[in-house]
């Protein structure tokens, strides 16, 4: 590429409340079909039809994504540590055909194969938390909701969802204090306590109907760390001038981008939930943009030329 092309507009008088990596992951080196191993594991901890399916159906990232389908065995869990104080965050984007389902829990103690504690029962530190549960007599499409059993009629508490599009889910847990916040498409719901221990030990999908089929990708694990004024976080958008597509370097989730003309309109505006994103500008007139990303409760806004 030409240097020109590789010009960095870098920031350094931004100190995000940053986080370090434990793992990320977007399912492009694994071979399509079950996959068992690194990140990932089953309810019984083996390998076998619980395993996540890597799949070339959707992808947010490259052309690949883990799939839990509507076989009613699919049981994956991805492995967090059994973590017993901190503060961690994990994110990802998830996609639901329109019309299907979609279940995830969190457990506490997994066993040392990543399978599920409690004698293999589980240890449930969530809710079902179930997008379009079609078992519940209230749930519907674009709808998801907390339920204390799949069939119960009515939520605990319930979010609106994108069908047929890829959406973030960003979920903070505060070990020390027992409690979980998840965002689902930029919108945060209250916090919540862990239902049973304060442990962090996997994230569960499982089929739980035949109307499963839930897409997962750009999976991002971290250990968000408190820093002071003097520690502060290189930001970073190229190329600009700005043909297609801007992308933003960044060592935090992105909360939300918003591009505003130079009258101050507001014209592109998503949030990816995701470390460096990209910003589809390929629409737009040749000019000056202002382009907003939001980490946290910390902003920062640049001038982009296209």
Do not use: C
Request: avoid cysteine.
């Amino acid at each position: 590429m030409k240097k020109n092309y590789l010009f960095f507009l870098i920031v350094t008088a931004l100190a995000f409340s940053t986080a370090s990596a434990q793992f990320s992951e977007t399912f492009e080196s694994y071979p399509l079909g079950t996959y068992h191993g690194g990140n990932w594991s089953s309810w019984s901890g083996s390998a076998g039809g619980e395993d996540i399916i890597v799949s070339s159906n959707f992808a947010y990232e490259g052309t690949k994504a883990g799939l839990i389908g509507g076989s009613g065995s699919q049981d994956a869990v991805l492995r967090l540590g059994n973590k017993t104080s901190g503060t961690y965050r994990v994110s990802f984007q998830a996609y639901i055909p329109a019309g299907k389902s979609g279940y995830m829990n969190f457990q506490g103690t997994t066993t040392a194969s990543g399978g599920a504690g409690g004698g293999g029962n589980g240890i449930f530190n969530s809710p079902n938390l179930i997008f379009n549960n079609v078992q519940s007599a209230t749930g519907t499409t674009g709808l998801g909701g907390a339920y204390g059993n799949v069939d119960d009629a009515l939520a605990i508490y319930t979010w609106g969802y994108p069908e047929a599009t890829w959406f973030p889910i960003v979920i903070d847990f505060n070990i020390d204090a027992g409690t979980w916040t998840m965002s689902i498409n930029g919108t945060a719901l209250p916090a919540q306590p862990f239902d049973d221990e304060n442990v962090l030990g996997g994230l569960d999908f499982y089929s739980f109907d035949t109307n499963n089929e839930m897409y997962i990708d750009a999976i991002v694990y971290q250990d968000v760390l408190s820093v002071d004024e003097n520690s502060l976080s290189s930001f970073k958008a190229y190329p600009n001038p700005v043909k297609d597509y801007l992308y933003l370097s960044t060592n935090a989730v992105v909360d939300s981008v918003e591009v505003y003309d130079i009258l101050g309109h507001q014209i592109l505006s998503f949030t990816p939930g995701t470390l460096s994103p990209k910003v589809d500008m390929s629409s737009l007139s040749s000019g000056s943009y202002l382009v907003k990303a939001t980490i946290g409760n910390q902003s920062k806004t640049l001038k982009i030329l296209k």
